[in-house]
């Protein structure tokens, strides 16, 4: 799912290595690895599990090299980062980033879809001159089965 940022579609790993290369950034073979690492999960991942699955294709990055190129990224936009109920902050592609409701009850974690908050974020910006981003946090609550 493409993802425009600036002037660059960010839709394949090479995309964002153009993207990092015409903002002046390097396209280093530690931070391609974890960019093929975020396109090929498809979800969220929490920087052990980046670490993890970054350290079996190349076992000498160090984990102060993964959280380098997540800030990095995330600087360009081409991640988010979420905090999803307790846990820790988990990572994905920003052309795949979504709001999320979290039971407290039982855990599940339900995927909202962006016009939820259309009318929350209009608001926001309209009588506080706040923009919102609904993505970053989790909205913890009690789910339909557990009501």
Do not use: W
């Not at 993207?19 to 052990?48: C, K, P, Q, Y």
Request: hydrophobic share 40%.
């Amino acid at each position: 799912m493409p993802k425009d940022i600036g002037d660059v579609d960010v839709a394949t790993v090479e995309d964002v290595v153009a993207l990092m290369r015409a903002r002046g950034g390097r396209a280093t073979s530690s931070r391609r690895i974890l960019l093929e690492v975020l396109f090929e999960a498809g979800n969220h991942l929490d920087a052990e599990d980046i670490a993890e699955a970054v350290q079996l294709r190349s076992p000498d990055v160090h984990i102060s090299t993964i959280y380098r190129n997540l800030e990095e990224l995330q600087r360009l936009g081409v991640i988010v980062h979420s905090h999803l109920g307790h846990g820790p902050a988990t990572y994905q592609l920003a052309s795949l980033a979504h709001a999320h409701f979290i039971c407290e009850r039982c855990g599940l974690t339900i995927e909202a879809p962006d016009e939820i908050f259309k009318g929350l974020a209009r608001t926001a910006r309209t009588k506080l001159g706040f923009s919102i981003d609904p993505r970053h946090f989790a909205i913890l609550g009690i789910c339909a089965q557990c009501s």
